[in-house]
């Protein structure tokens, strides 16, 4: 008999997913907007970010730590209910003389919370769900976050116009304090107990419990990890810095047709979780090498189109279904990865390795957003230079990776 996807507890993750995402999302973008009105600089707001994204990086493992060794479903409350009361404090304090230091603590605090929340909710669902519905669950929870990244900004912005930063503040609240309530309700199995002791000779232990697993007794976990950050560092390069490089800087398109091509992007994110979700159960993970070397193969043609005289707008139509292509099979390729990463933890071990897989992936994403900035810089007279080399490089990496993932359905 089929096993349930949307059981109760799995039903209360997704809502909390939801509640929490979009109020991170429309709290994000009235941010930005304060500041870039404040400042005029669009680099103030960014680097802010970039600082408040180490403690996330740095504490992720410390968060993995505590998903193995605390109950999962009380962490998970306890963080979004302090994510509510942080954001509340902050909206009481704005606007002041002192308002971008504060919002510099905030996002900060914020990060500091997602370095501990992220790995318990990603160890939360092999917990809840089992085989195939682990995959799906990702899946879902996919699709959580891409609609609510689709749908935010537009609302978020709205709001920000009509009543202005605090009330987009006030609202984030909400969404915060409803998702700490869906997950009150959660009901988790109990965690096995763990040896206790002194403080830093449990961290100590857990660390070099988690590392010796991914290197020494599963070193497939550590390459299928290593190749879900080199697709990202790969994918979020070209995506985040190619895509409004290309269109406004080499094609001299406006606003309106970048604007149509994030929105794009971000579909295309929709139907790859759609589409992993269809394909659980009828591709073997061992054929998961395929989705990897797609999403080279669909960089090429971006890169193909500027080889010969060709109009602005069929470039840009090229472009974007390249870009869409590969936004959703790497989509497709995440969900999966994740997923068999989970499968192949063990319970005790989840928190710890799904943190490592949030540290790495974040610390490949601003890299590569950084590298592909200065390539793109230095070829912007024959760009194709970039994307073909690209696609070529990780349709490759791909094909190398067969051997990997026919170990890990071993």
């Not at 507890?9 to 809502?15: A, D, E, H, I, P």
């Not at 660390?207 to 991914?214: G, I, N």
């Not at 890169?303 to 470039?315: C, I, Q, S, Y």
Request: include cysteine.
């Amino acid at each position: 008999m089929k096993e349930k996807l949307f059981t109760k507890n799995f039903t209360l993750l997704v809502m909390g997913q939801a509640s929490s995402l979009f109020g991170n999302y429309i709290l994000r973008l009235a941010l930005s907007m304060y500041v870039l009105e404040t400042t005029g600089s669009a680099a103030v707001f960014a680097g802010i970010l970039s600082v408040a994204a180490i403690p996330a990086i740095l504490l992720s493992p410390l968060g993995g730590i505590l998903a193995d060794r605390a109950d999962r479903r009380n962490i998970m409350v306890a963080l979004d209910a302090l994510t509510g009361l942080s954001v509340f404090c902050a909206a009481v304090i704005l606007p002041g003389k002192h308002a971008l230091f504060v919002i510099g603590t905030l996002l900060v605090v914020l990060s500091v919370f997602g370095a501990f929340e992220t790995p318990t909710v990603q160890a939360c669902i092999p917990q809840m769900l089992t085989g195939d519905n682990i995959i799906r669950g990702n899946a879902v929870v996919n699709q959580v976050a891409s609609v609510s990244y689709l749908t935010a900004p537009l609302l978020g912005g709205i709001l920000y116009a009509a009543v202005g930063l605090k009330s987009v503040m006030f609202a984030s609240v909400v969404c915060f304090f409803a998702t700490a309530s869906f997950e009150w309700f959660i009901k988790l199995g109990r965690q096995p107990e763990r040896g206790r002791g002194r403080l830093l000779a449990m961290v100590k232990n857990d660390f070099s419990d988690s590392v010796r697993f991914m290197t020494k007794e599963r070193p497939e976990i550590m390459k299928l990890l290593l190749l879900a950050a080199l697709s990202r560092f790969f994918v979020m390069g070209i995506a985040m810095v190619g895509i409004p490089f290309i269109v406004r800087s080499i094609l001299g398109l406006d606003a309106r047709y970048y604007g149509g091509a994030e929105s794009a992007l971000a579909v295309a994110t929709i139907l790859g979780s759609v589409g992993a979700g269809l394909l659980t159960g009828k591709m073997k993970n061992e054929k998961l090498w395929l989705v990897l070397a797609a999403i080279g193969i669909c960089i090429i043609p971006a890169g193909f189109v500027f080889l010969f005289p060709l109009g602005a707008v069929f470039r840009y139509v090229v472009n974007v279904a390249a870009f869409c292509g590969m936004q959703a099979a790497i989509s497709i390729f995440s969900i999966f990865a994740v997923s068999m990463i989970q499968q192949n933890t063990p319970d005790h071990l989840l928190g710890k390795v799904m943190a490592y897989t949030s540290a790495i992936t974040m610390c490949a994403q601003p890299v590569g957003q950084m590298v592909y900035g200065f390539l793109f810089d230095g070829c912007r007279e024959a760009v194709f230079l970039v994307l073909i080399p690209t696609g070529v490089i990780v349709a490759v990496i791909g094909v190398g990776a067969r051997r990997v993932f026919g170990r890990m359905e071993q």
